[in-house]
């Protein structure tokens, strides 16, 4: 049978049958000598892990308030705050006034003209020196820095050399760092406490090697503990340790140092797909002392980081194949179980098997499928956002226009509806309240208090231009834009 489901440890045959070493081989800059873990405590101490599963479903930090990375914090669980308004809102403001935000790309359907922002394309809203800042990043090659209140410029835009499809991230200690990918091959580093803003560092997607696929960088990065997390298009994962601190002047200075990077795709995976298409698209997530992201090979995998501080060189410890191209991010909940969510392209038996909405326990290790719910009877099919954890379900949308929340414990659709397709955006559930784009570029909202009952319409309110990134909320207002080349504040009247 293909795909094989393993929980990894060293050896080849715990892997699924990939081969050894070659092009698998991860890089490694750590120290050579790892420091001994401490020993003689009879008394658990706090947890003192990379990312405390306590944390599911909470703020990113408490240095920084805000909704700082795609899905906003590192288990991808995080939406924002309220009051939601449960009337029909206003729009607010527009940017620019008058549409645009658009730019050319190329790319293999050859070059043409983008406009707005997509998929994921969620902005970061934060407090900063006492007003609240959206950055995002758009298809006119720029990142935006605006004014959450009056929607102007509160410094100029940031140029890079092609379109911008992630989330950016807001660095989550406090320093004045914006992170940001492009299409233009680069990974950034950009600081805010200049008259502009000023790029520190970028990472190329050809710094490492091997690569497959191509050189974007779509996932939002995740900063912990001065360490970069980020999965690339260039088919690689990669870990930078960023030095950040202040000069004589006050300036916020890095000085990063690739540290690990591993290919994110094994032989198995190859032989399995029969192509190239293994490209990192999602936002890793971390939980405990492990990262998982998965590729556009469908291949979903676990690094365990415990040592990296130490000088211990990270390894894999969980891998199982979705079958098909799996961009969207895993949302992780509180047991450290794993919702994901994959496309359906391929068409592969392995697709079939296993669905295309899946809950996986990791903890299980001959068989972390613990449910799943297909979607793969019709055209266009598979799931491109990630799903939102809400009480006892988790909520996602689908290629054809479908939105379903699933019981999270046994895999029961407990409700469903649809919306003009395609809806690649995440749901966002704050206050009890759903809000979600369609592609005829209306935003919705719905009262999913009772998780038991289909949701209930609260109120539309039509943007234009097909919504295909994911809305982001902070004190009861909704930040979106759409691909008509706008971006929106909407809040209630």
Request: charged letters at 25%; hydrophobic letters at 35%; one cysteine or more.
């Amino acid at each position: 049978m293909v795909g094989l489901v393993a929980v990894l440890g060293l050896t080849a045959c715990e892997s699924g049958g990939g081969d050894p070493p070659g092009e698998v081989t991860p890089s490694w800059s750590g120290s050579a000598s790892p420091t001994p873990a401490a020993s003689g405590d009879a008394k658990p101490a706090a947890f003192t892990g990379w990312s405390d599963p306590a944390l599911v479903g909470k703020p990113y930090g408490s240095k920084v308030q805000g909704l700082l990375t795609f899905r906003g914090n590192p288990t991808r669980t995080y939406y924002g705050t309220g009051p939601m308004p449960r009337k029909t809102p206003a729009r607010k403001w527009q940017f620019p006034r008058s549409g645009g935000l658009c730019g050319k790309s190329t790319d293999e359907k050859g070059t043409r003209v983008w406009c707005g922002t997509g998929w994921t394309g969620q902005p970061a809203v934060f407090e900063r020196d006492g007003r609240t800042w959206v950055v995002f990043g758009a298809y006119d090659h720029k990142i935006h820095f605006l004014d959450a209140e009056s929607g102007e410029r509160i410094l100029p835009d940031f140029p890079t050399g092609d379109i911008i499809k992630g989330s950016v991230t807001i660095d989550p200690d406090g320093f004045p760092l914006v992170y940001s990918g492009s299409r233009d091959n680069f990974y950034r580093v950009i600081a805010i406490d200049r008259g502009r803003p000023t790029e520190l560092w970028k990472l190329s997607a050809r710094a490492v090697s091997p690569t497959l696929w191509n050189d974007d960088f779509d996932g939002a990065g995740l900063i912990l503990d001065d360490y970069l997390f980020l999965g690339g298009e260039n088919s690689q994962f990669h870990i930078v340790k960023l030095n950040r601190k202040y000069a004589a002047d006050g300036k916020v200075t890095v000085k990063p140092k690739l540290v690990f990077n591993a290919p994110g795709w094994d032989a198995q995976l190859l032989r399995d797909v029969d192509d190239r298409m293994v490209s990192i698209e999602n936002s890793v997530a971390v939980v405990g002392n492990v990262v998982y992201f998965a590729n556009s090979g469908g291949l979903v995998q676990g690094w365990d980081i415990s040592g990296l501080k130490q000088g211990r060189k990270p390894k894999r410890v969980f891998r199982f194949w979705t079958g098909d191209d799996t961009d969207a991010s895993i949302a992780v909940d509180e047991t450290g179980a794993l919702y994901v969510g994959s496309e359906y392209e391929r068409g592969t038996a392995r697709s079939k098997q296993v669905g295309q909405m899946m809950k996986l326990d990791p903890k299980r290790r001959d068989n972390p499928s613990v449910w799943h719910v297909d979607d793969h009877a019709r055209k266009p099919a598979g799931i491109w956002g990630s799903p939102a954890l809400h009480k006892d379900i988790a909520i996602f949308d689908t290629q054809g226009g479908e939105v379903l929340g699933v019981d999270r414990a046994d895999g029961t659709v407990r409700w469903r509806f649809e919306l003009p397709g395609p809806t690649w955006q995440s749901p966002v559930v704050v206050d009890d309240v759903l809000v979600i784009g369609d592609c005829n570029g209306v935003l919705h909202a719905y009262d999913v208090a009772d998780t038991t009952a289909a949701p209930k319409p609260l109120w539309k309110i039509k943007l234009g231009g097909c919504i295909e990134s994911t809305p982001a909320v902070w004190k009861g207002r909704i930040y979106v834009g759409t691909r008509a080349g706008g971006f929106h504040a909407v809040a209630a009247r």
